[in-house]
């Protein structure tokens, strides 16, 4: 077998790459295709005043408190914080 037919045997069976549609495809990751939500990291002390003040970026916050003990001890407290300021304030 030449060397040339080797070659087309192997592409013919080699499976075709998927087609590509998203950043991905090259292993890449752009900064602003990254979605830290999905990646499980903490959000920011903005996020988790946002999620406390109007219930902003509730699914991140409440997941990352499930996966992190410390960090649901903290936002109960701060949520208790919160509802007590805010009390404090309609009395006034």
């Given amino acids: 077998m030449s060397r040339r ?6 592409r ?7 087609a590509s549609t998203g ?8 900064k602003e295709d990254f979605d830290v939500e999905l990646a499980g990291e903490a959000p920011p002390w903005h996020v988790v005043h946002a999620y406390l ?3 902003e970026h509730r699914a991140w ?3 990352y408190a499930q996966r ?3 960090f649901a001890e903290v ?3 701060l949520r ?4 007590e300021r805010r009390e404090a304030r309609r009395r006034r």
């Fill in 23 to 30: 950043p991905a495809a090259s292993g890449i990751v752009r």
């Fill in 12 to 18: 013919s069976e080699a499976p075709s790459p998927p």
């Fill in 53 to 55: 003040s109007g219930g």
């Fill in 61 to 63: 916050v409440e997941a």
């Fill in 80 to 83: 208790n914080d919160h509802e």
């Fill in 68 to 70: 992190s003990r410390a």
């Fill in 75 to 77: 936002l109960t407290a």
């Fill in 5 to 10: 037919r080797r070659e087309d045997a192997w």
